[in-house]
């Protein structure tokens, strides 16, 4: 039997392995820039041609972007699972909103589920930010926009899934992030609207979901997440009857 020879690992693959594994796990997010290579060869204890084989090496996989002068970036197009045409289409058909909160409902019951039973102490420190700032918008009620508050609620949930140390989950909730930001945003002008306890309510399941996490309840947790979209579908499907009422009212009563 012949062996053929083994080649040696380079230096640079390493590098690309562990640039890798930073971009997968959401270290180093879309469109984010790298430090220079003169402190990122320092922070990886390696030679700058080494490092600089390595970003070449990334650039031609197509994961980072290197600007004449300007640096290198992770590619901005990394997790954009809808283009802006398509998000402006999906935001303006109900039936699409409704499959945006089925999807809603898997994803993040999931986790839910696996931000409690994993968050480290940095993780929690996260969500606790992302959740007083969302607080901070129900408390500001009549001063705070609905895209100020829809983009604190999408950061919220954004940031369970980080906790969840689920790579394709977060990568799929991040790619989601736009669309995930205008249903919010779309969602709650017609609840509130609808029904005058939905802030409320809103407010203490979102409690009730970070508290969860927080004590490392997965099961609660999980159950709490599911129970939040499926009140959001309540209350939804009955600001569409309503208009489907108001409508037919008018057809049949026309203005003389």
Same mark, same amino acid.
């Given at each position: 039997?012949? +062996?053929? /020879? =083994? /080649? #040696?690992? @380079? ?5 690309? /392995? ?12 879309? $469109? ?11 922070? +990886?204890?390696?030679?700058? #041609? ?8 990334? =650039? ?7 600007? %004449?002068? $300007? ?6 197009? &990394?997790?954009?699972? +809808?283009? *802006? ?8 058909? #109900?039936?699409? %909103?409704?499959?945006? &909160?089925?999807?809603? !409902? ?37 001063? =705070? ?32 992030? *736009? ?20 802030? *409320?309510?809103?407010?203490? %399941? !979102? @409690?009730?979901?970070? %508290? ?9 947790? @999980? ?6 979209? *499926?009140?959001?579908?309540? =209350? ?21």
């Amino acid at each position: 039997m012949g +062996f053929g /020879q =083994v /080649q #040696p690992r @380079r230096l640079s693959d390493d590098i690309v /392995q562990h640039l890798e594994s930073m971009i997968l796990e959401g270290s180093l997010k879309s $469109g984010e820039r790298l430090p220079a290579e003169r402190v990122l060869a320092e922070q +990886f204890g390696v030679s700058r #041609p080494s490092l600089r084989e390595a970003i070449q090496k990334l =650039v031609a996989k197509g994961l980072l972007i290197s600007r %004449q002068g $300007g640096g290198n970036y992770v590619a901005d197009t &990394l997790g954009s699972t +809808f283009s *802006d045409p398509l998000l402006h289409l999906l935001e303006s058909h #109900p039936e699409a %909103q409704r499959d945006l &909160l089925e999807l809603r !409902h898997t994803l993040e019951g999931s986790c839910a589920y696996y931000a409690a039973l994993r968050a480290t102490e940095v993780d929690r420190e996260r969500l606790s930010d992302a959740f007083a700032a969302l607080q901070d918008c129900y408390d500001r009620q009549g001063k =705070v926009s609905r895209a100020e508050e829809g983009a604190a609620d999408a950061r919220f949930h954004l940031a369970i899934a980080e906790a969840s140390h689920n790579a394709v989950l977060l990568h799929t909730i991040r790619g989601l992030f *736009d669309l995930l930001k205008r249903n919010v945003v779309t969602n709650i002008g017609g609840m509130y609207a609808h029904r005058d306890e939905t802030r *409320d309510m809103l407010i203490t %399941q !979102h @409690r009730e979901l970070y %508290q969860a996490i927080i004590d490392g309840r997965a099961e609660d947790a @999980r159950t709490l997440s599911n129970r939040h979209i *499926d009140y959001v579908q309540e =209350v939804l499907a009955d600001v569409q009857e309503q208009t489907l009422r108001e409508e037919r009212s008018l057809r049949r009563n026309p203005a003389r």
